[in-house]
């Protein structure tokens, strides 16, 4: 809150949230400047009427149920929902049904989060907004479950216009799990981690970091960054892609001190994949959390349905193996593992559902 003193030496404007009226008239206002013949279009107009629909009654949704979640998706979620839906409209047009291309855009712009109607049966974001959407479509949509993540990560990795990525995993194997999808979708990648010893929590540490993400934005890789938050601030103008172009190279504003700062070019090829654990989501900013394409990861999304119920089988049957009294004595140690780790086995090795695999799920963990 700003004392008086400084409230009268500004201008103090006072902006209320859109209502659906606003966010009708800019998703149209979007589209028609990407795709000038959506307007035109019956069908098209309808459907970006009704994405929006679907987001003011989304973002209802959280502040009924789920309050602390309330700006994990914002205005530029929106934005880039309508953005993406119009230039796919635009060139796929009459190859791919207008419904599909919206409910991938979806898919895009609004996974991150894990809602939660039950604790042992969370579902994702990206579902409540496809069932919103269906209901303003008013047909049967096919899907509405769901979520690709590799084609989500693929397509934002190889096409110009996209955000940047944030993904969001569970503590258990997030790095296995991202390995495992650069490694699946052909992707080389720079890792790069920052420490949290409080030794280095300095202006030294943080600028020996902030050089090798330069090094790496200059040379068009991709890179992921974890534990970074020291220094994340100083790349707001790359994470908001608030480049200046000067002949055919970009350029973001860097600020490597308290008192410097510069423009560096960024390649073009240059993508960036923030990482972070669900725990820390709440301590990130609002407007940080917005400027990226989110996604939750987990091994699950990655499996199929028969797949996941067979990791919660052998699951149940650990816990209930070390549960047991008599066990408790004979074993050395207890196991100490979570359906993760289940997952990510059965994700390795890559078996058919047959009676092998439950021998070598319960050779590894030791069953």
């Known amino acids: 809150t700003l004392d008086a003193s400084k409230m009268n030496r500004a201008i103090h404007l006072s902006v209320q949230e859109p209502d659906l009226d606003d966010l009708i008239l800019t998703a149209k206002a979007i589209a028609n400047n ?34 602390q979640s309330y700006d994990f998706h914002g205005a530029r979620d929106f934005y880039y929902l309508i953005k993406i839906t119009a230039r796919e409209l635009k060139e796929n047009l009459n190859k791919i049904s207008s419904e599909k291309i919206a409910m991938e855009s979806i898919e895009r712009n609004f996974g991150g989060l894990e809602l939660t109607r039950e604790i042992s049966n969370p579902y994702p974001s ?3 907004m496809k069932e919103l959407f269906s209901k303003y479509q008013n047909s049967y949509i096919e899907n509405v479950d769901k979520y690709d993540i590799f084609s989500c990560i693929n397509e934002n990795l190889t096409n110009d216009n996209n955000r940047y990525l944030l993904l969001i995993t569970k503590k258990t194997k997030n790095e296995t799990l991202i390995e495992f999808i650069m490694n699946k979708l052909g992707k080389n990648y720079r890792f790069i981690q920052g420490s949290k010893l409080k030794a280095d929590q300095n202006e030294d540490y943080g600028l020996d970091k902030t050089w090798s993400i330069i090094t790496h934005m200059e040379n068009g890789e991709i890179i992921i960054l974890k534990d970074l938050e020291l220094i994340y601030p100083k790349f707001y103008d790359l994470f908001n892609q608030n480049f200046q172009n000067f002949g055919n190279s970009q350029y973001a504003r860097i600020v490597l001190d308290s008192t410097t700062n510069e423009r560096h070019m960024v390649n073009k090829n240059f993508r960036c994949i923030v990482l ?10 609002p407007p940080f959390l917005n400027r990226f394409e989110k996604h939750f990861m987990s091994f699950k999304y990655l499996l199929s349905d028969k797949q996941n119920q067979f990791a919660k089988d052998i699951y149940k049957d650990i816990k209930e193996l070390t549960s047991i009294h008599e066990n408790k004595k004979m074993l050395q140690f207890l196991v100490n593992i979570n359906i993760e780790e289940i997952r990510c086995l059965l994700l390795k090795y890559k078996y058919n559902i047959d009676e092998e695999i439950e021998k070598t799920i319960k050779e590894k963990v030791k069953f």
């Open 276 to 285: 972070l654990e669900q725990n820390e989501v709440e301590e990130q900013d």
């Open 126 to 128: 990206t579902k409540k």
């Open 34 to 67: 990407i795709y000038e013949e959506i307007e035109k279009i019956a069908t098209y107009n309808n459907l970006i009427e009704n994405l929006t629909k679907s987001y003011f009654d989304y973002k209802k949704y959280l502040k009924q149920n789920y309050e």
